[in-house]
C-alpha cells in the first residue's frame, strides 16, 4: 500500500465546506491528515464534510468563522492546537466575488472582497506564523487566482485581493524560509463551481473558446496541487504561484 503523503499532519483551511475548499479537504484527509476547516453560513454542508472526513478516519473540526474576524483567527489557531496537539498546514481558500465595472462599485463592493480575500489571508496566517516559527517546521498554501495574474474586466476589487495575495505570499516566502516554513499559492483560472455556475451562458460559451483546453477545470484538479505543495514532493519549492487555468494564462 502506497505511503499515505501527510499521515498525521495537522491541517486548517479556511473556506472548506464547499467547492474548491471542500475538495481540498477531503484530499487531505484522504493523504492521512486531520483537518480543522471553516465555514461562513453552511452548517449542514460543513457538517456532512466532517462526517466524510470521519468515514476516511481522520478527525474533523468544523469552525463557523467568517475570514475578516482577526480576533476568531487567533481563537480558530488555539482551538486546532487544543484538540489535535499539533499544527503543521495552513490553507487559506475563503473568498467572495463582488463583480462590476469601477464605475459601478461600490465602497461596500470594494471593503467585502479585499477584506475577505486579502486581509483574511493576512489574519489567518498571522495567527498560524509564529507556531510555524517556534517548531522551526509548516506549509502554508494560499488560493489566488488567475485574475490576480491576468485580471479581467470589471474584476478590479477581486483581481485587487488576488494579486495581493501573491505578493503576500513571495514576501512572506523570503522572511521564512530561514526557519524551514515554505509558502506558495495557487492561482486556478475557470474552475466548475458555484461560482462559475452563476455565469451566464454567452459568458460560459466565450471563456471556453478563450481556454487552449477547452474545458472547465474541476475543483479536485485545484486540491491535487494543493496536496502537492503541502507535500514533501515539493520539498524544494517556495514563494511559487503555480497557474492551473487550462493555459487561459499563457
Given at each position: 500500500m502506497e505511503e499515505m503523503q501527510l499521515l498525521d499532519k495537522v491541517?486548517?483551511?479556511?473556506?472548506g465546506s464547499r467547492g474548491i475548499g471542500r475538495s481540498i479537504v477531503l484530499a487531505l484527509s484522504s493523504q492521512g491528515a486531520d483537518c480543522a476547516f471553516t465555514y461562513v453560513s453552511s452548517s449542514d454542508a460543513a457538517?456532512?464534510?466532517?462526517?466524510?472526513v470521519r468515514a476516511l478516519g481522520r478527525r474533523a473540526l468544523p469552525v463557523k468563522l467568517d475570514a475578516r474576524d482577526y480576533?476568531?483567527?487567533?481563537a480558530l489557531i488555539e482551538d486546532v492546537k487544543k484538540e489535535?496537539?499539533?499544527?503543521?498546514l495552513l490553507v487559506n481558500n475563503a473568498g467572495i466575488?463582488?463583480?462590476?465595472?469601477?464605475?459601478?462599485m461600490s465602497k461596500e463592493d470594494w471593503d467585502a472582497v479585499i477584506d475577505t480575500d486579502l486581509t483574511g489571508v493576512f489574519n489567518t496566517t498571522r495567527a498560524s506564523i509564529i507556531t510555524f516559527l517556534k517548531q522551526k517546521s509548516g506549509n502554508i498554501v494560499n488560493v489566488s487566482s488567475v485574475s490576480g495574474v491576468h485580471p479581467m474586466a470589471g474584476q478590479v476589487n477581486y483581481a485587487a485581493a488576488k494579486a495581493g495575495v501573491i505578493g503576500f505570499t513571495k514576501a512572506l516566502a523570503k522572511e521564512v524560509a530561514a526557519y524551514n516554513v515554505r509558502v506558495n499559492a495557487v492561482a486556478p483560472g475557470f474552475?466548475?463551481?458555484?461560482?462559475t455556475a452563476q455565469l451566464g451562458e454567452k459568458f460560459r460559451e466565450k471563456a471556453l473558446q478563450m481556454i487552449p483546453l477547452g474545458r472547465f477545470g474541476a475543483a479536485e484538479d485545484v486540491a491535487a496541487a494543493v496536496l502537492f505543495l503541502l507535500s514533501d514532493a515539493s520539498g524544494y519549492i517556495t514563494g511559487q504561484v503555480l497557474q492551473?487555468?487550462?493555459g487561459l494564462g499563457m
Open positions: 491541517a486548517v483551511v479556511t473556506g457538517a456532512s464534510l466532517a462526517a466524510e480576533d476568531g483567527a487567533k489535535f496537539g499539533r499544527f503543521d466575488t463582488r463583480d462590476r465595472s469601477l464605475l459601478a474552475i466548475a463551481s458555484d461560482m492551473m487555468d487550462g
